[in-house]
Nanobody, 118 residues
């Protein structure tokens, strides 16, 4: 079982930036990637970005120009830099451990709230 702990959320003004962290621990066997997802009130959870152990990245189209995902394998930590934030980016951001493919969710973190004020 993989445990994921997110941090770095908070309140930011529109146009600002935040850096989220996800620390992974436990048995990482079979985990091919770590991803960031977000869920706004009344909406489905959606992908922001994901990164494999070899640092290959995937971004949602709406985030390609405004975010950067990276990882420190020595620390088993994934980072998500969010830039040019908009009020509609307000959501709970979750870290997920992925198995064989992008829909193979093995574990979720508890989430971190990001609130963007106008």
């Amino acid at each position: 079982q993989v445990q994921l702990v997110e941090s770095g959320g908070g309140l930011v003004q529109a146009g600002g930036s935040l850096r989220l962290s996800c620390a992974a621990s436990g048995n990482m066997l079979g985990i091919s990637a770590l991803g960031w997802y977000r869920q706004a009130p009344g909406k489905q959870r959606e992908l922001v970005a994901a990164i494999t152990g070899g640092s290959s990245t995937t971004y949602a189209d709406s985030w390609k120009d405004r975010s950067h995902i990276s990882r420190d394998n020595a620390k088993n930590t994934v980072y998500l830099q969010l830039n040019s934030l908009k009020p509609e980016d307000t959501a709970v951001y979750y870290c997920a451990a992925l198995g064989r493919h992008m829909e193979d969710f093995r574990s979720w973190g508890q989430g971190t709230q990001v609130t963007v004020s106008s």
